[in-house]
């Protein structure tokens, strides 16, 4: 049931999502990767939601719809539909680094910036999307030479409180961006978006995303009852894509032990990564694979349409199971 709750919502809307860029991932260390192997998936998902400064500017009606309505009916949906692996450590995210292009990985720390003579190695703000994060979940600024040594905790830098009882940070904002479109004109992306979200860092045992962001778009967003179920139903989608179902995070999905679907370097980052989609590349025979429908309907008649297709094995069971007839195949969603 948790899964089809999920898959059904993912499935219902058009999508509008943030990727990543390959220097703003990053992984942040929690528990410790043996202790999180021997635990089951009981946690019920606890999201701790921060409002940007953002959702002050709006008018009183548009804030109340956000804050007493909307974030927390999506919160409780999927707080009520998903379970994790219980984590005890409060939440301390990684700061952002000066020079983007190169990072350190040091095994149960925080990510490594590169540190150059007496500059530090961190940038005075760390952001994701459309938020800034606050200076109290962040850690503490870890740098290395550009050489890889002197890994060390910059003198003088201080981590802050973290998140504690939590497993997901989600930070919400409301700023009309240029991914937001209006009423007359299309957005960047193509479309009129009442809301689009996105990941920023994952935990380093699991991989899990457990911090992220949700834009609503105040120009697109409307206070009148008739609205709210569409408006609800777009909040719970795209709040989805920030916990996971993204295409930036197939190459990060897990088998049922626990191990990597896709290859892995030595920081524990897929191999390979496309610049131009800005995600890395997954293992197409246990994650996701492409297959040509030659029976593809469209206004025009018939024709070929290549899909792609979730293949993991708890998909296609769940699929099996509410099919007349089993299938080896998973599904045609789009991705």
Not at 36 to 60: G, P, T
Not at 102 to 108: D, G, H, K, S
Not at 140 to 160: I, M, N, R
Not at 297 to 318: A, F, L, M
Request: aromatic share 8%.
């Amino acid at each position: 049931m948790l899964l089809r709750a999920a898959l059904l919502s993912f499935l219902s809307l058009s999508q509008a999502i943030y990727v990543p860029k390959q220097h703003e991932l990053s992984h942040v260390p929690l528990d410790p990767v043996h202790e999180i192997k021997k635990r089951n998936f009981d946690q019920s998902l606890r999201i701790s939601v921060f409002y940007d400064a953002s959702i002050d500017d709006l008018d009183s009606a548009k804030k109340n719809l956000i804050q007493q309505q909307l974030l927390p009916d999506a919160k409780n949906f999927w707080s009520g539909s998903l379970n994790v692996k219980q984590t005890t450590s409060p939440i301390l995210l990684n700061r952002d680094c000066v020079t983007a292009t190169r990072v350190y990985y040091v095994a149960n720390q925080p990510r490594h910036c590169e540190r150059r003579l007496a500059r530090t190695g961190c940038k005075s703000t760390t952001t994701c999307g459309t938020v800034q994060v606050q200076s109290s979940h962040l850690q503490a600024c870890y740098s290395c030479l550009l050489d890889g040594s002197g890994c060390e905790k910059e003198t003088g830098s201080v981590a802050g409180s973290g998140v504690s009882n939590s497993d997901y940070v989600l930070y919400v904002s409301s700023i009309q961006t240029s991914d937001c479109g209006a009423s007359s004109s299309e957005s960047a992306s193509g479309a009129e978006n009442v809301a689009y979200a996105g990941h920023c860092q994952l935990d380093q045992a699991t991989d899990r995303p457990i911090f992220g962001f949700v834009n609503l778009c105040p120009d697109r967003l409307s206070t009148s009852p008739d609205s709210y179920d569409q408006q609800l139903a777009t909040v719970k989608h795209e709040i989805l894509h920030a916990l996971g179902f993204s295409v930036a995070l197939y190459a990060f999905f897990r088998d049922e032990n626990g191990n990597p679907r896709t290859a892995r370097n030595d920081d524990n980052i897929p191999t390979k990564y496309d610049s131009d989609g800005s995600y890395y590349l997954w293992n197409s025979s246990s994650t996701i694979t492409t297959i040509t429908r030659p029976d593809w309907q469209t206004r025009s008649g018939t024709t070929n349409h290549d899909v792609n297709i979730v293949v993991t094995p708890k998909v296609k069971s769940w699929l099996e199971s509410i099919l007349t007839a089993p299938s080896s195949r998973a599904s045609s969603w789009r991705i």
